[in-house]
């Protein structure tokens, strides 16, 4: 289960990520989620500290790309907004809706990483590929029926993941 399910680092936004400790560790790409991690659910508004955030992720010389299992329309609105690629109709956590994040950045699953607030799409997908995976807190409890139903499952998951915090196995990476 901690093989696939387990992120390498968990935290409560993308805001809170450490771009300088993340270039450190040789990340140079971030294939994103789109609801409840970039945006709230549903929604093609993108906040202003996450228009901020992705300004400095470009300015230091990361890539990004949004995977997301929207439709293109929905997704493309963001994207194009944020000056980043985009896969849509992602199929995740299928391994290739991961590749093709990969390819349209053209980087290697050593320097990239997943970000994403679902255990059973973005974490599971990203560790199906070896890729270094990054678990967010969602934006806004608003989310679709069948994500609804998948948190009553993370429950027992997020709670290994908190004991595995504690004991200093997640969240290493970004510890001085």
């Given at each position: 289960m901690k093989k696939y399910l387990f992120p390498d680092v968990y935290v409560d936004s993308i805001l809170d990520l450490p771009l300088d400790k993340l270039y450190a560790h040789g990340i140079r790409a971030f294939i994103l989620d789109l609801d409840n991690t970039v945006t709230e659910w549903n929604s093609?508004?993108?906040?202003?500290?996450?228009?901020?955030?992705?300004?400095?992720?470009?300015?230091?010389?990361?890539?990004?790309?949004?995977?997301?299992?929207?439709?293109?329309?929905?997704?493309?609105?963001?994207?194009?907004?944020?000056?980043?690629?985009?896969?849509?109709?992602?199929?995740?956590?299928?391994?290739r809706a991961f590749q093709r994040a990969l390819q349209v950045m053209g980087s290697s699953p050593e320097e990239t990483a997943v970000i994403g607030d679902q255990?059973?799409?973005?974490?599971?997908?990203?560790?199906?590929?070896?890729?270094?995976?990054i678990?967010?807190?969602?934006?806004n409890k608003r989310e679709f029926i069948g994500t609804r139903v998948m948190r009553k499952f993370e429950i027992m998951v997020l709670r290994?993941?908190?004991?595995?915090?504690?004991?200093?196995?997640?969240?290493?990476?970004?510890?001085?």
């Open positions: 093609q508004e993108v906040r202003s500290e996450v228009v901020a955030w992705m300004t400095a992720v470009k300015a230091q010389g990361f890539k990004a790309c949004i995977a997301s299992n929207n439709g293109r329309e929905r997704v493309v609105s963001v994207a194009e907004g944020l000056g980043i690629p985009f896969v849509s109709k992602a199929g995740k956590p299928r391994r255990i059973f799409t973005d974490i599971l997908g990203g560790n199906r590929l070896d890729l270094f995976t678990l967010v807190v969602p934006i290994k993941i908190r004991q595995a915090i504690k004991r200093g196995d997640i969240n290493s990476v970004l510890q001085d």
